[in-house]
Structures are given as C-alpha cells and as structure tokens.
C-alpha cells in the first residue's frame, strides 16, 4: 500500500505523521524527532502532505517541497472541526490528513523567505512601539504623581523628559531621578531602533507596495505590509473575501431565513486590521475638514457613528487594495474612474 496522503502535526522536538493510501486506509501512524524529519521524508515518494499553517509551518514547507512533496498548509481553525474526540498529537495529525483532503478547504500560500523577513520587520517595528507605548505611559504616571502634567503629543513627552533631566523649575528628588532616567534611556534607544526598521521597510517599497500607497489611507507601512502578507490575490475571489479575511465584516448569527449582523469578526490578520482603521480613521479626520471630496463618507457620518464609519471605510479600503493588487493598476478617484469609463463608451 502506498502513501498518498500524510498529515503532519507539527511541534518543537516531536512531531506526529498520519498517512493514507489512495482508498483513505491507515498506512501509518509514526512519531518523529526533528532531526529525522527531512531524512524520513526524503525516502518517501512525492505525495500530498498537509499542516496547520503555525509556527516554523513555513520553513517545514519550503524543506518538503525541495524533497518533491506537493505541501498545502491550512488555518488551524479549519482543521479542528476534524478532529473526532480528545486532544493529543496522533489526533491532530488524523485530523489534519482528512481536512487537507477536502475539496471546499481553503489553504494558505507558502510564504519565501524573504516574504517572512518583510513581515518580521513589522512585527518588530510593532512591538517597539508598544514597548513605547508603556514606557510613554508609565512616564506619565509616575509624574502625574508629583503633580507634573504635559499635553499629549511629543512636545508634551519632551517637555516630561527635560523636567527630569534638568528638575525644571523646582528640582526633582534625587530618588526620582534615579528611577526615572533608565525609562528616558530605553525611550531614547527603542526611537533609533524604530527609525532603523523605519528605513529596512521603506527599502521593500517595491512596485505592488507603491501602487496600494495611491489609495487614501494607506502609507508606505501599510502598503508594505498589504504587499508582504498578500503574496497571491488570486487566493481570495473577491474583494470582500480579503476583507473578511482580515477581520473587517460582520460576525453572522443568523438562521431560518432571518439574517442577524453583529459587530465585526476580528478574525484574521489583527495587524493588517489595525493599519487599514487608523488609515481610515485618517481619512475620516480629512473627510470632515474637506467634506466635498468625501461625500461618500460624509453621507455615512449623516447615517452612522463615527466609529461605525471608520470600520466601514476600512473594509473597503481592503476590497479596493485586492483590485489594485489583482489588476496590477494604480487607484483611480471615483470621479477620475467615471471620466475614464464615458470616454471608453464615447470612443465605442
């Protein structure tokens, strides 16, 4: 009997392979070291291997498919369905031999490596600035404390951190000081390191990433991060498929013919969600100082709050950045794209 099918679940040191034949019968059922994984795996013939797309699924691929096996990786929360009763390796990896079978399974593209170091340079640029974001605030707080508050913003963070370094107009207890200053001193180093992945990612800003940067809203760190993550369009069929990929739909609890729509889902990529709602949020701010650009959104405002706007415009920034990316064009103004389509009808 010979493997057509392996599950393989994967972990840290163990992991668990379960292969079927081509009429679905158990041919094996085999725990592995990781450093008898790739030797394993090379004497056996090509065959379909899934796994849950998760930590280190990506390079695992790369590795399988250099040997000739046909790789598909898939969300984990699409396996789980799969799994029958209990929670141990063999059954996860029995759970995954069957999902990646399915024919309605939806799979996720092997990423490059340098696709993953295009996202690991925002990851990183992502947890500076909440490191920040603490430091910031713990400032603050501890400053609060003495009676010593400034305006928000950087000038207001400057001010905090002359008032500790110098003591201002009344001097600070040394003990303050002393306690303090390390805070100043990691604020100053986490702003160099921020700015050095401010450059590594302006250098990925390549020709897909510049043509997502014509739609309002979105910056060069979105761009770059809507270009690194979204490697294949083709995988989504629609706008809206990207969309709800991300996050940015309504979460359904409908039945019996009767449709029921909650807040959004926040499924998906939460760090592609939060670029595209601040973008939004940008926009909105711009919307409301210039309301005869934006009567779109300002007819929504009339309907909707404000936050509800932003969501929305949000999800079709997303739907639009699919049409950029999957028709290889730049974005056109609704105005501009109507101009275009009367000229093309006149022309005919």
């Not at 291997?49 to 000739?68: P, Q, S």
């Not at 990433?209 to 369009?233: C, F, M, N, Y």
């Not at 109507?338 to 005919?348: I, P, Q, S």
Request: hydrophobic share 45%.
């Amino acid at each position: 009997m010979q493997i057509t099918t392996i599950g393989l679940d994967l972990a840290k040191s163990t992991f668990q392979v379960h292969a079927v034949d081509a009429a679905g019968r158990v041919v094996l059922i085999k725990a592995l070291r990781r450093g008898q994984l790739q030797a394993y795996f090379s004497k056996l013939p090509a065959c379909l291997v899934g796994m849950e797309a998760c930590a280190t699924a990506h390079h695992w691929a790369r590795e399988l498919m250099k040997l000739g096996h046909d790789v598909r990786l898939m969300p984990p929360a699409y396996v789980k369905p799969y799994v029958r009763r209990g929670k141990n390796d063999a059954a996860d990896a029995a759970a995954i031999c069957e999902a990646v079978t399915r024919p309605s399974m939806r799979f996720v593209p092997v990423k490059t490596v340098e696709q993953q170091a295009a996202l690991m340079a925002h990851r990183s640029r992502d947890l500076l600035i909440r490191q920040r974001t603490q430091l910031l605030n713990a400032l603050r707080a501890h400053l609060a404390e003495l009676g010593l508050v400034a305006p928000q913003g950087r000038e207001g963070i400057a001010k905090l951190v002359g008032i500790v370094r110098t003591g201002g107009t009344d001097a600070l207890p040394a003990a303050v000081r002393a306690a303090l200053m390390p805070l100043i001193g990691q604020l100053e180093s986490l702003q160099l390191q921020i700015a050095a992945l401010d450059r590594a990612i302006h250098t990925q800003h390549d020709e897909a990433s510049q043509r997502l940067e014509t739609i309002p809203g979105i910056g060069i760190i979105g761009a770059t991060a809507l270009a690194a993550t979204v490697t294949d369009p083709a995988a989504f069929k629609s706008g809206r498929d990207l969309a709800a990929w991300i996050g940015l739909v309504p979460r359904q609890n409908s039945s019996g013919g009767k449709e029921k729509l909650g807040s959004i889902s926040k499924q998906g990529d939460r760090y592609l969600r939060k670029l595209l709602v601040v973008g939004a949020a940008a926009v909105l701010r711009h919307a409301r100082a210039h309301p005869d650009k934006h009567p779109w959104l300002i007819q929504l405002l009339a309907r909707r709050p404000a936050k509800v706007a932003v969501v929305a415009l949000a999800n079709k920034m997303a739907r639009i950045a699919w049409a950029v990316l999957s028709r290889g064009e730049t974005y056109r103004t609704p105005t501009l794209a109507a101009r275009e389509a009367k000229g093309l009808a006149m022309g005919a």
